[in-house]
């Protein structure tokens, strides 16, 4: 699928037509109960994109595959969740009563660079742990997008040996909490202008789907929702963007992002979110609801036998499921082999033609192509041929939500 011509995500906001009391915050890892944030509004982006294009109904039908099905599936937590979506609805009647006298009861480490023209601190000198895995490099290069962030929960620093401390922090909280490979920023920036390389130039970040491979994400340490950063913290962004584009690593047609245009959060916080604004090359994002992960990226085996096309389009239903196993991924490559691990569970163990899902939902949010937008999926007799199947990577049977995800507390 192309790049471009992807719609905006629009967050679930705090409405009644959709969840009520979600909050953001990523720089803690959940093992959650439910899907996170990301997850969750890159099914609504998704399915906004499906609309956008032709393949669902403006006024589809969203359903949870236990509704058509006798199953667990989605989990307690995730189908509760469900229902206050929009266009939550029920399946038809006839179709449901003829699918239960049918089935019953079946149902590496990072390389140093040197940067004469302008000063970072380099990865050994703020003393970084190797990542996890060798971490993949950039897919294109200059890349067209720069992305900001700050770091609510990290304070800033203002001396050097602060700022290496800050930076080893940080790295921590990724690999333990977060389970990355790796901390997961291009370069990060002090209060006093110091900038440090986190994964530096070459290698992709994680951080967000749809632009991995293809932007530099910089953070500025610090809670910016009030205040904003001061004159250096500015100057040195604009000098490391500048110096990119003179060594040929960021285009100078770029366009400048913030963190919270793509993904459901409040990153960066206001102050520097209004900043940006009036900073050079703002733009707006292509569209996060792209497939970030195609079938060829993530090593798809042909099907078994074609399957077949859709008979109604845009398709009127959209149908939810969760994985129960494997029951998450944490990162690109981990989400990859999930997808592989799904597909040999379908073909070989279930007997079906290929993974049975339209899309796939792991890591913050990554999307990844099961049989697409045109072809129907599998294990939903009578619903195949006229729904997009989207499953959300993990185990979502238990009923505890935490306040974390929500403003009430569930357990």
Known sequence: MPYNNYPEIH?????KSNLHGLTYDYFLYLSADIPNDGMVNAVQGLINYGISIGK???????????QLIRSKCPGDALFDLMKNWPHWG?????????????????????????????????????????????????????VPFVIIHD???????????????????????????????????SFCIGSNGITMEARGWDLMTNHTPGYYGRS????????????????????????????????????????????????????PGDALFNLMKRWPHWGQPEGSAKTGIKRIEWGAKPPKSPPEQMQEVPVPFVILHDTFIPKSCHSMNNCKETMRELQRNHQDDRGYKDI????????????????????????????????IAIAIIGDYSSKCITPYHFKMNHC
């Open 11 to 15: 967050p679930l906001k705090n409405d």
């Open 90 to 142: 029920q399946p038809d009647a006839d179709v449901l009563t003829q699918m239960v006298l049918d089935f019953g009861e079946e149902i590496e480490d990072i390389h140093s660079m040197t940067l004469p023209s302008f000063p970072v601190i380099l990865r050994r000198e703020w003393g970084a742990k190797p990542s996890k895995s060798p971490l993949q490099q950039m897919q294109e290069v200059p």
């Open 56 to 66: 669902i109904s403006a006024n589809y039908t969203l359903l949870g595959h236990r």
């Open 356 to 387: 049975a899902y339209s899309f796939c939902i792991g890591h913050k949010g990554l999307i990844m192509e099961g049989r697409g937008w045109d072809l129907s999926s599998g294990g939903t007799p009578g619903y195949d041929q006229k729904s």
């Open 216 to 267: 530099i994400e910089i953070a500025l340490l610090g809670n910016f929702k009030t205040t904003a950063p001061n004159t250096s913290m500015v100057n040195a962004v604009q000098g490391l963007i500048n110096y990119g584009i003179t060594i040929g690593k960021i285009s100078p047609n770029y366009t400048l992002l913030a963190h919270r245009q793509l993904h459901g959060s409040n990153c």
């Open 151 to 185: 770091t609510p929960i990290f304070k800033s620093c203002s001396s050097m040996n602060q700022c290496k401390e800050r930076m080893r922090e940080i790295q921590q909280n990724y690999q333990e909490d977060h389970k990355s490979d790796d901390i997961d920023y």
